[in-house]
């Protein structure tokens, strides 16, 4: 009886492979449901319904009926190429040979000897230690015509978290979605892969994530994040099977440094590469505050140019960005500036915003606080307008701004990196007031070897800024000495400064460093002097130009036009104008031309930004400055 039941099964089944056009298909290791999908044309839940079975999960050379619903023709196999993802480290044992490891690995001989070519001209021998790459299959027919289906955006959701939800990198979601804007909106309607819902990956907030750029490889994550690869393999299992891909999402440790990302990348000039020539509209936000300057009166308005801050920073800014719109016209870039005076009132600002259609503009620079920062940018998130902050640190990273000054903690973290990366031996002081006793407990978590000395206390028990000779003299010895000093108190800065000043001899060097250079350093009681002997490092969101002697074309074009030298928020108003204008002219728009693998340089100022994942875009490039001969120059090992 089993008999006839199993012969009329096979009859059904052959009746029906014929009338609908099925086939068969062994599948092979490593194969998933979802490439076998993709390989074939047709939708997973294509494949459960014909192979329930499927869904406990596969096994090698388990055979699945294919439905023929897609386009190519399936008596042709797709062509297949191999990629190279990584390497597995293998200790020849007794009787191994090159054919049994080829066996064993999956590999030709050939692709083993390619990436050990000694074996070119020796044999194999026991207790050699050799490399097996690891590939992965690539298919050359990548159309998902029939495994996509429309996926509405949720609130929150960027590019990269719709990518993590169903298993796929950033490129291969904007090349499903080709009209695709740089920031997503609620309710807009996406392609993307036709996965089964219980197989989306959720976003936990407990855990941090990262889009893998170009050619990152675990080495460089590691030194990156802090992360290594076994984390990285048991936070997201594909890495096993997969290996890392460009623009991958991949799950991190909650505390890993997503956010101090300090590389050495080479500065690129895009003056040598403008694609996008279109003219550029530009809005500038700046509180002028001309309804209180009496503007009949030369006197007046002199006085206001002098004691108001905002009138006086805001004309040297504006009068910088003038000057990048030129350079950038002898470029071939138009432009189209439209300045606003938000008058520093919240008020006149959503007046600004109420009474302008800003879906028109490329880029909109300020304000320049940070509340009425943060009002212009939220309401110009909807429109993925990006907003760029000149001066101020944003208190909200929305995902249109660009926060154009690096962060404390990234320039913390730069000046530590630059110090790790001096092999001369040294030896490492921290000295600081109880304020700050944080950041000294943070150095000396970098460098366990590093003595920390506090200030002095009085008899009551309250901080009295000061530190005796004493205290340093088991400290500093002879040969080099790095002393990092922190604190904000200028007495307290003028006490160490003094006292390590008077310490230096032929025998010992005493370099001094902070991570934060306040104007405790740059007070009365302290001496330049004492400074450039002690070779004072710093990290700065900016380098030093000496603008009266400056042959820069910037700095003779300002003093051309004004008769004056430019001072820090003019050379800034041009640095940030002339990248921003560069960066539109590089590419389609300004998210696009900000990969963190690009950095651009200018008169004083450097920008490379990158992408938080839950946010906007920072600055990460940092300088590393120190006191030499009486000025300030860059500091480079």
């Known amino acids: 009886m089993k ?37 074939y044309k047709v939708t997973p839940f294509d494949l459960y319904a014909l192979n329930p079975d499927a869904k406990k999960g596969l096994k090698p050379d388990t ?56 074996l070119y001209s020796e044999n194999l021998r026991k207790g050699d230690k050799i490399e097996i790459p690891r590939y992965k299959t690539v298919e050359s027919v990548v159309s998902l015509e029939n495994t996509i289906k ?40 996406l392609n993307v892969p036709n996965i089964e819902p219980s197989k989306e990956k959720l976003v936990e907030e407990s855990f941090n994530y990262y889009t893998v750029l170009k050619s990152e490889g675990y080495m460089a994550l590691n030194r990156k994040l802090g992360v290594t690869q076994e984390q990285l393999e048991a936070l997201n299992p594909e890495l096993k099977v997969d290996g890392l891909k460009l623009g991958m999402v991949i799950k991190i440790p909650g505390d890993a440094r997503t956010t101090l990302l300090v590389n050495n ?7 040598k590469n403008l694609k996008n020539l279109k003219p550029k509209n530009i809005a500038l936000m700046l509180p002028f505050k001309t309804n209180k300057i009496d503007v009949d009166s030369i006197e007046a308005t002199k ?79 909807t429109d993925s307008i990006p907003v760029l902050s000149p001066l101020t640190m944003p208190k909200n990273l929305y995902g249109n701004v660009f926060q154009t000054i690096p962060s404390n903690e990234l320039l913390e973290q730069t000046i530590i990196n630059y110090v790790k990366s001096d092999s001369l031996s040294r030896r490492m002081i921290i000295v600081s007031d109880s304020k700050n006793k944080a950041i000294s407990d943070r150095l000396k978590t970098e460098f366990p070897e590093a003595k920390q000395v506090f200030s002095r206390k009085n008899k009551e028990g309250q901080e009295a800024y000061f530190i005796y000779q004493t205290d340093l003299l088991n400290a500093i010895g002879k040969g080099r000495n790095i002393v990092f000093l922190e604190t904000k108190n200028e007495g307290f800065a003028s006490n160490v400064i003094s006292m390590i000043n008077g310490m230096t001899t032929d025998n010992n060097e005493i370099i001094l460093m902070t991570t934060n250079k306040n104007k405790a350093f740059e007070g009365k009681e302290i001496s330049n002097y004492h400074l450039s002997n002690l070779k004072f490092h710093y990290p700065s969101p900016n380098r030093t130009t000496d603008v009266s002697t ?73 300088y590393i400055v120190k006191y030499d001969n009486m000025t300030i120059i860059e500091a480079k090992l």
Do not use: C
Not at 3 to 27: D, S
Not at 79 to 84: A, H, I
Not at 265 to 271: E, H, I
Not at 312 to 318: A, E, I, K, N, T
């Open 3 to 39: 008999k006839i039941i199993a012969i009329i099964v096979l009859l059904f089944f052959g009746f029906v492979a014929f009338a609908q056009e099925y086939r068969t298909h062994k599948v092979k290791k490593e194969e998933t449901i979802e490439s076998i999908a993709k390989k």
């Open 63 to 118: 055979v699945l009926i294919i439905p023929k619903i897609g386009k190519i023709d399936v008596d042709v196999e797709p062509e297949e190429t191999k990629e190279l993802i990584g390497f597995k480290k293998h200790r020849v044992s007794r009787k191994e040979t090159l054919y049994s490891l080829s066996k064993e690995y999956n590999v030709t001989i050939d692709e083993i000897k390619k990436h050990n070519k000694r």
């Open 150 to 189: 429309k996926y509405k955006v949720q609130p929150k959701e960027g590019k990269w978290r719709v990518a993590y939800k169903f298993g796929i990198t950033v490129p291969e979601l904007e090349a499903l979605n080709p009209n695709m804007d740089a920031v997503l909106q609620p309710g807009q309607q």
């Open 265 to 271: 990348v080479p500065s690129t000039d895009l003056t």
């Open 303 to 381: 006085k206001a140019i002098r004691t108001d801050g905002f009138l006086s920073v805001s004309l040297d800014f504006h009068a910088g960005v003038l000057m990048a719109l030129d350079s950038a016209k002898q470029l071939g870039i138009s432009t189209n500036l439209k300045v606003f005076d938000t008058k520093n009132q919240s008020s006149e600002i959503s007046k600004i915003l109420r009474e302008n259609d800003f879906t028109r503009y490329d880029a909109v620079i300020g304000p320049l606080l940070t509340e009425n920062f943060d009002a212009v940018a939220s309401a110009l998130k």
């Open 550 to 622: 400056a042959s820069n074309a910037f700095v003779r074009a300002y003093r051309r036009i004004y008769n004056v030298s430019p001072n820090k928020y003019g050379v800034r108003g041009f640095d940030l104008t002339f990248d921003l204008l560069l960066r539109l002219s590089y590419g389609e728009n300004l998210y696009k031309s900000s990969p963190n693998t690009l950095e651009t340089e200018y008169v004083e100022n450097k920008f490379r930004y990158s992408k938080k994942p839950f946010g906007g875009y920072y600055n990460e490039a940092v």
